[in-house]
């Protein structure tokens, strides 16, 4: 082994300081004189090692390998440590992801055995072939007193209002000063069905209106104009099913609506006897996220002993559209109904807006027996039921309704910033009449755009045990 004799500080620096030749002459008689070294630090010095900069690790480095080299590797998951490693990791995945998917398939089943299942004979298949509408089918209703919920419009037999084309049935709401002038809706005009004998109502408010701009007496004949159809005299079901496809109107304050009303009134008047809306929405277009009373398919049964007791709410369901409008498309509306039930649904059977069982009697589920009619004590008018007692007023017959309403008074636009009238307004169409620069804008100049269009009506009665239903 060698050994090493460390260089002293001025060593090192001799050993690398440049030699500069002198003109001078040293003292020893050399020709040649060198200057005086500078001084710096040794490298090996702790001054030196503690504020030296160093490099920074490099990060990745370059690899060079072979292609051949590459394919003679076993890949990972082919090693036992990877092949048990993958192994797990199946197990693990499938142990999370099991109970959602047992859950995906119990909804799925659940709801197609929530479906019902009977065998039921055809009542009417309307298509809407050729031109016109059929009147041994369809029977228009001609009113002016705004139907109990204080419409904005009258009901008329006009093609401009309902017609049939190219195999689809339009009904689209009209100002009514398209036909008698903008002067006539505020004063000085006399609306009388009666006298023309085209009212459909026996109550001379729904027959007769005027229109009067004296201060304290103001009055409005209906704005608008549209159109309400009618199965009452032809076709009408006690349980089974109903099938309508249509697309919805644009435009605001516009109330389209698929529904049914009994034949025959068995228990009283309305609410009494019950009433069943398939689909309602609203025209309006959605304005913010948290809107929830636009862009929705709402179904509900009314019933009650009055208006006040009127206990839809209880039996209100709703769905609420959130990648698509219901103005863009064609939807199927259905209705399944028997003696345990009704569901109502939207395009596939198993999507239900909202079911309800007769599981109790409508007296007990609205709580009615505290309920005052006229400031007396209630009765039940559906007490004596011969029919099923927990599904009456639902037991009896109903017949279709289709119709496009305009505004109204009962709350269904509740009040809010944008809306041009008051529920509680003593002239609530005047108002919506003179706001009309805030609606009229969206109303679409097609009126198959700011109409309901139907494509199909189908309806079914349940099979009698026994019967063997017509082809």
Request: overall charge positive; aromatic content about 10%; proline content about 6%.
């Amino acid at each position: 082994m060698s050994s090493t004799i460390p260089r002293t500080n001025s060593d090192a620096s001799l050993a690398s300081s440049p030699r500069t030749p002198s003109s001078s002459s040293s003292s020893s008689g050399s020709g040649i004189h060198f200057a005086p070294a500078a001084s710096f630090p040794s490298p090996m010095s702790t001054t030196s090692r503690s504020t030296a900069r160093r490099r920074p690790a490099r990060l990745w480095r370059k690899t060079h390998a072979h292609p051949d080299d590459l394919n003679a590797r076993t890949p990972w998951f082919d090693t036992p440590v990877g092949k048990s490693t993958l192994r797990k990791t199946r197990w693990t995945c499938l142990g999370f992801s099991s109970p959602g998917l047992l859950s995906a398939a119990a909804l799925i089943v659940t709801a197609w055995l929530s479906v019902p299942k009977h065998e039921y004979c055809l009542v009417l298949n309307e298509q809407f072939d050729g031109d016109t509408l059929d009147s041994s089918i369809w029977h228009h209703e001609v009113q002016v007193g705004g139907f109990g919920n204080g419409e904005f419009e009258m009901t008329t037999t006009s093609p401009n209002n309902s017609y049939v084309e190219d195999g689809k049935l339009i009904i689209a709401p009209t100002l009514t000063s398209d036909r008698l002038g903008v002067d006539a809706i505020t004063n000085g005009f006399v609306m009388n069905l009666t006298a023309d004998g085209t009212c459909t109502s026996d109550k001379l408010s729904d027959c007769v209106a005027f229109s009067n701009s004296t201060v304290g007496n103001y009055s409005v004949i209906p704005p608008i104009q549209s159109a309400r159809l009618t199965t009452r005299l032809s076709k009408s079901i006690r349980f089974g099913r109903v099938e309508v496809k249509a697309k919805m109107p644009t435009g605001d304050w516009i109330w389209p609506a698929i529904w049914m009303l009994p034949r025959d009134n068995v228990y009283g008047e309305w609410p009494a006897s019950g009433e069943i809306d398939i689909v309602e929405t609203r025209g309006n277009r959605v304005k913010h996220s948290w809107d929830r009373t636009v862009n929705a398919i709402g179904s509900a049964l009314h019933w009650g002993l009055d208006f006040k007791s009127d206990r839809y709410k209880d039996t209100t369901g709703q769905f609420l559209l959130k990648r698509r409008y219901v103005d863009e498309a064609y939807y199927t509306y259905g209705l399944d109904w028997d003696p345990k039930g009704m569901r109502f649904w939207n395009n596939q059977r198993s999507r239900a807006i909202k079911r309800v069982n007769f599981d109790q009697t409508f007296w007990d589920r609205g709580s009615l027996s505290s309920a005052q009619v006229n400031g007396s004590i209630a009765v039940n008018p559906w007490e004596a039921s011969a029919n099923v007692a927990k599904a009456a007023p639902f037991d009896q017959d109903f017949y279709l309704i289709l119709s496009v309403a305009v505004g109204g008074t009962n709350g269904w636009f509740p009040d809010s910033g944008d809306k041009p009238w008051s529920n509680g307004a003593p002239n609530a169409a005047r108002d919506f009449w003179n706001n009309r620069a805030k609606w009229q804008e969206t109303w679409p100049e097609d009126p198959k755009e700011r109409g309901m269009t139907v494509e199909s009506v189908k309806s079914w009665r349940i099979k009698e045990k026994g019967e063997t239903c017509a082809a």
